[in-house]
């Protein structure tokens, strides 16, 4: 396919391998904060396939995983109530709450649907004036925009029974936090080029300078996921830390200007808890006050949200890096996709998900150098 084969070329991959190896000459460890990234390192075996002193830490990448316990909680409450229509993308439907999911809600008689885009949200509004129609609006700053454009909409079109609930997040403070925490052992970052597509890359370089490390902004293809990761080791082995653009094909230093303008007008920032990380400040959006009426939070005034996570769970720690997937106790055995303990596991962007998807059971030592597949894209 145009465009994409181009950057699954294994005699390429050959070719950034040996120049990642000739410039190596100390341990490195990267953090990709990026869901789709981990699972490409996963699915491709990259990280089986890099020298053995670089170590690829899988950060807070997936929006799903991170949005709080308490939000999904009361987007369940707020889900099952008589009048509402409650639409999400299909990957919250199995996140577990405290004690159910939205699949559940919607057995139940809840009416939960499946959408593709929040403007199908607004159309089922539209159409049906005597219904409250509530979007589940999570998401790093890639989403944004659309859910931005959705209220934005609503309120020209004057539809008073949409609303938005709320739990964006945004990737500069989680990564001050990654960076500020007192077992971190991330010397640079692989930055998620969708977000970067957005809203560019002015916040990363004063995070950079400050922490001394390098940031490299990449895609999701095995090419430019390696890279990424040979301009990361350099500037480590050369002592620098400056941002870089590696993915330069969607990525400007100023990123989508009319994106931005449309979620600056629409929200604004906000202090915001993290699943299994806890509360980052400034690290999410909010519906500013002009917007007030549209968050779903307030309209419905969801109280009383007592929550709960599983003790066996360790997802938290898997999403600050801490741990592997498989160093769970639970990951393959009483936590799998069909019965996930964390989001981790459920989500099509999560750590968990990814290692138990493509067969990564156990945690062998990593076999680094190792031949380069044929086929960028096996089949599993």
């Avoid at 649907?113 to 004036?129: I, T």
């Avoid at 909409?153 to 989680?174: D, E, Y």
């Avoid at 299994?276 to 519906?287: D, F, M, Q, V």
């Avoid at 307030?298 to 769970?313: K, L, M, S, W």
């Amino acid at each position: 396919m145009k465009y994409i084969d181009e950057f699954n070329d294994p005699d390429l991959a050959r070719v950034l391998l040996d120049e990642i190896r000739a410039v190596t000459t100390r341990p490195w460890a990267l953090m990709e904060v990026c869901g789709g990234q981990t699972h490409s390192i996963i699915r491709h075996g990259i990280d089986q396939l890099l020298p053995e002193e670089i170590e690829l830490i899988h950060g807070p990448g997936c929006p799903v995983c991170v949005t709080p316990l308490d939000v999904i909680d009361k987007a369940l409450e707020i889900a099952a109530r008589p009048g509402v229509i409650f639409c999400s993308f299909g990957d919250m439907l199995r996140v577990p709450g405290t004690d159910r999911d939205l699949f559940r809600v919607k057995g139940e008689g809840g009416d939960v649907r499946v959408v593709y885009s929040p403007l199908d949200a607004l159309e089922l509004a539209r159409r049906n004036p005597d219904r409250e129609v509530v979007f589940f609006a999570i998401g790093f700053e890639t989403t944004a925009p659309a859910n931005a454009m959705a209220v934005h909409q609503a309120r020209r079109l004057g539809l008073t029974n949409f609303s938005l609930l709320v739990s964006h997040v945004r990737v500069p403070p989680a990564i001050e936090a990654i960076m500020t925490a007192p077992a971190c052992r991330v010397q640079g970052f692989l930055a998620a080029g969708h977000v970067c597509s957005v809203m560019g890359t002015a916040e990363y370089p004063e995070l950079a300078e400050r922490f001394g490390v390098p940031i490299v902004a990449t895609g999701f293809e095995p090419l430019d996921i390696l890279e990424g990761i040979r301009r990361a080791v350099r500037q480590l082995e050369l002592g620098e830390h400056r941002v870089e653009n590696a993915y330069p094909r969607a990525v400007r230093e100023e990123g989508n200007p009319a994106a931005v303008r449309m979620i600056e007008e629409v929200f604004e920032v906000t202090d915001r808890n993290w699943r299994g990380i806890g509360p980052i400040p400034r690290s999410g959006w909010r519906l500013t006050e002009a917007f007030r009426d549209y968050d779903a939070e307030h309209r419905f005034d969801v109280t009383g949200i007592r929550t709960e996570e599983p003790a066996e769970c360790r997802s938290g720690e898997v999403l600050q890096g801490l741990i592997k997937p498989t160093e769970c106790p639970a990951f393959g055995t009483t936590c799998t996709p069909r019965t996930p303990l964390g989001a981790t596991m459920v989500s099509s962007e999560g750590a968990c998900a990814a290692y138990y998807l493509y067969r990564r059971m156990n945690a062998p030592a990593v076999q680094a150098g190792g031949a380069v597949p044929e086929e960028m894209n096996p089949v599993v």
